[in-house]
């Protein structure tokens, strides 16, 4: 059965984009009815989706005047990469550790796919927010492996801010490719059983990411 996407979640999706894109600058302040002026709906659907970013910490909201983009810090960036390397360095080792096992197996097919699938992105700069979302997928499939609820609700709450931070990074020549080297770096020592291994890819594919954005301006 297709489920049908709500306005509200419309809403939601194109502004969330709009933020990691940067086609929302930092700095301004947008109002609801801008908004809901420019894609032709009620305000309320608006105001709903506002809401949700506000909780992901995407924006911060100005009562009676409207919304701005949070600005991000080298620091908060440093702190969820070294969340995302005790959660998914754990879950990379997990997986690797279990890869005889059929489920794993499966898993694995799947994190071929999205390899394949960046592969065919390269070197094409509108392309990145779908590489984007596509690293994404790839790392929360590992995580999924371990069935930890609490590993996997602690990602959703970041997932927005973490997309935002691989967007940008994307935009830096040949990124995806390293991006999609050190995906398969991970792939293969899961692939074979490399606990240290994969933890050890994951971990470089992270310090890799901090010396980028190191380099950038998230403010």
Request: proline share 2%; with cysteine.
């Amino acid at each position: 059965m297709v489920q049908r996407v709500t306005l509200k979640e419309q809403v939601y999706t194109h502004l969330k984009k709009a933020i990691i894109n940067e086609e929302l600058k930092n700095g301004e302040i947008y109002s609801e009815q801008s908004i809901a002026s420019e894609l032709n709906i009620s305000r309320t659907p608006v105001r709903e989706a506002i809401l949700q970013l506000q909780q992901e910490k995407m924006i911060d909201i100005y009562p009676s005047r409207g919304f701005m983009v949070k600005p991000m810090s080298l620091e908060e960036c440093k702190k969820i990469l070294q969340l995302r390397v005790a959660i998914e360095g754990f879950s990379a080792m997990h997986m690797a550790r279990n890869i005889h096992r059929q489920d794993a197996q499966e898993l694995l097919t799947q994190l071929e796919e999205y390899l394949h699938f960046e592969e065919s992105m390269l070197n094409n700069p509108e392309k990145s927010y779908d590489f984007m979302d596509s690293d994404v997928q790839f790392h929360l499939h590992i995580i999924s492996y371990t069935n930890n609820e609490y590993f996997v609700s602690t990602i959703d709450t970041l997932r927005s801010r973490m997309e935002r931070v691989i967007n940008k990074t994307l935009q830096v020549r040949g990124r995806m490719g390293h991006g999609l080297s050190e995906h398969q770096a991970i792939f293969e020592c899961i692939r074979h059983g490399d606990e240290y291994g994969a933890f050890l890819a994951l971990r470089k594919h992270m310090d890799n990411t901090e010396e980028l954005i190191s380099k950038m301006n998230f403010s």
